[in-house]
């Protein structure tokens, strides 16, 4: 069956520290792999997506970076976080080729502080 | 690209009552409709979807109906409850992109 991986759950990190945040998927290969954030009270903004290894695309121009090194797997990244990078942190993923809704992973919670 | 408007931002019923949430979309390509269901803290959780070639769809309490023509569908929460508070997100895809468009979301407060 398929499943995906998102840690860390919680994450309270300092102004101008680094992140990174890692999602892998089993299961399905191949998938299309999503970065999403959510402020608190909320829609959905697209980050980065990502349809195949070393290919990403990016929504929002902004100090997050995105890397997809293996084909299940799918790291989110920073230099330097500012206040404002707070909010939920969502990976989901889809088969690649196939007309399917997202599957979310359980989602950081990141605090800026 | 996708524009998806939804509506309402928040509503409120008693328990037993039913709920509708409307969703307007702007790209004629697209042909596929999920709905997600999001509890607070939570991951968003897909609850039911439905494809352009299908008017509507059901399932248990949940339906979604779909009138391509005025680009609109519909999700119908009927016999509410307390656990069916939660945020609902719409979302439209396009089968020549890789993203759903998602709107912005409905707070659904169900009241005992």
């Known amino acids: 069956s398929q499943t995906i991986h998102q840690w860390p759950a919680t994450l309270v990190q300092p102004v101008g520290s680094p992140l990174s945040l890692e999602c892998t998927v089993e299961g399905t290969s191949n998938p299309n792999l999503y970065w999403y954030r959510q402020a608190a009270g909320r829609g959905l903004q697209l980050l980065f997506y990502?349809?195949?290894?070393?290919?990403i695309s990016s929504e929002v121009p902004q100090n997050l970076s995105a890397s997809r090194p293996q084909d299940r797997q799918f790291i989110l990244s920073s230099k330097k976080l500012l206040l404002s990078d707070s909010g939920f942190y969502l990976c989901a993923y889809n088969p690649l080729s196939a007309n399917y809704g997202y599957t979310f992973g359980s989602g950081t919670r990141l605090t800026v502080v | 690209g996708e524009n998806v408007e939804q509506h309402p931002s928040t509503l409120s019923v008693q328990e037993g009552d039913s709920a509708v949430i409307k969703c307007t979309y702007s790209?004629?390509?697209?042909?596929?409709f999920p709905w997600y269901k999001q509890e607070l803290g939570k991951r968003p959780q897909l609850i039911i979807d439905?494809?352009?070639?299908?008017g509507e769809k059901k399932d248990q309490r949940i339906a979604v109906t779909l009138n391509k023509t005025a680009k609109h569908f519909s999700l119908h929460i009927t016999e509410t409850q307390p656990e069916d508070s939660a945020v609902y997100f719409c979302?439209?895809?396009?089968?020549?992109?890789?993203?759903?468009?998602f709107g912005k979301g409905t707070m659904l407060l169900v009241s005992p």
């Open positions: 990502s349809v195949g290894i070393g290919q």
């Open positions: 979302a439209a895809k396009d089968p020549g992109y890789s993203t759903l468009t």
């Open positions: 790209d004629s390509a697209s042909n596929y």
């Open positions: 439905i494809r352009s070639n299908v």
